[in-house]
């Protein structure tokens, strides 16, 4: 089994929050927005560096700090991009943020996947709503190295048509003979002409089979808890298995305690754990 990746290109100085400027802003629904950031230093832009899994913690002048996965790939050198969904007070910030405004980033932070230890694997990836956010990220990179790996899989699910994200990839996606991308909505629209089903189920009937695959998730707890069960019938093993978890965070770098499950911080231990590393820690998923 291989670990998780270390974050060997942790921010240099992580409790310093680094300027930055909106780039671009991508609707991608009614709640959520991508920013495209770049940082005003072009020197800390260029040696800016990450992986897939690694989060940023994005401040707004006035409204307060929040926990975001990076969702653009390490590939990407011109911006690094973060999806919002828009919740509460910091979110809600960011929503009003146009092109040219001021954020500050303290960024890359946490573990990533482990990826390279995955060479020779398939992969299968599951995402529902804006958990495919550090999923794009890890696709993404997937597809930059794509000889390194098996069979690719993406099952993509949200409640409706309108709740999907990423429509400009979906459709390059759907077209790479590559790639399995399963989108999904939850129940059969006239306008939709995709599949229809929840994700746990159109997973089991459709996904990979467990042989030399490791399988990726992140969504809403109650879909992780349904693909868990899914995965297991389909004969998955927890060191087969990983996932990225989600708690509110303060320091970020593994010193106030806020962030903890059981014994482990998601800000340092995380966000991205196996299934195999959480066994016997408090149900969290
Ligand atoms: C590791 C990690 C990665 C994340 N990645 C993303 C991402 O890529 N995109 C994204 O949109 N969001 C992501 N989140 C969640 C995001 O951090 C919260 O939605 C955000 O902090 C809410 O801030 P707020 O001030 O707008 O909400 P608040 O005004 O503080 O709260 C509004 C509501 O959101 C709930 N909430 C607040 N923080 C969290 C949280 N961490 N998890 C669950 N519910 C929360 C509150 O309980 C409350 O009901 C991530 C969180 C973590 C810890
Ligand atoms: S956020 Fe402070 S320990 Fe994790």
């Not at 050198?77 to 969904?85: A, N, P, T």
Request: hydrophobic residues 40%; charged residues 20%.
């Amino acid at each position: 089994m291989s670990t998780i990746a270390s974050a060997g290109i942790q921010a240099a100085q992580p409790l310093l929050p680094e300027p930055a400027t909106v780039a671009a802003v991508i609707r991608e629904t009614e709640t959520i927005r991508s920013y495209r950031l770049v940082f005003d230093d072009p020197g800390v832009m260029a040696a800016f560096s990450f992986l897939p899994g690694q989060i940023g913690l994005v401040s707004v002048m006035g409204a307060g700090e929040s926990t975001f996965a990076i969702s653009s790939p390490p590939s990407e050198k011109e911006y690094f991009q973060f999806s919002v969904m828009k919740t509460g007070v910091v979110t809600g910030a960011i929503h009003e943020l146009g092109e040219g405004d001021k954020v500050a980033v303290r960024a890359p932070m946490g573990c990533a996947f482990p990826s390279d230890g995955w060479k020779g694997k398939n992969v299968m990836i599951v995402a529902g709503g804006i958990g495919m956010a550090p999923l794009r990220s890890l696709l993404l990179h997937l597809l930059d190295h794509r000889e390194d790996y098996g069979k690719l899989q993406l099952i993509y699910g949200a409640r409706t048509p309108a709740d999907l994200c990423y429509a400009g990839d979906r459709q390059q996606w759907e077209e790479r003979g590559d790639l399995d991308a399963v989108t999904t909505i939850d129940v059969e629209l006239p306008e939709w002409t995709g599949r229809a089903g929840l994700v746990p189920a159109v997973m089991e009937e459709s996904g990979l089979r467990p042989e030399n695959t490791v399988a990726v998730i992140c969504g809403p707890p109650v879909m992780i808890k349904f693909v868990l069960a899914s995965l297991d019938r389909m004969g998955y093993r927890e060191g087969q298995i990983y996932t990225t978890l989600e708690r509110r965070m303060k320091c970020g770098i593994g010193l106030c305690g806020r962030c903890n499950v059981g014994p482990k911080y998601v800000c340092t231990d995380g966000p991205v754990f196996s299934l195999e590393s959480l066994r016997g820690l408090p149900d969290e998923l």
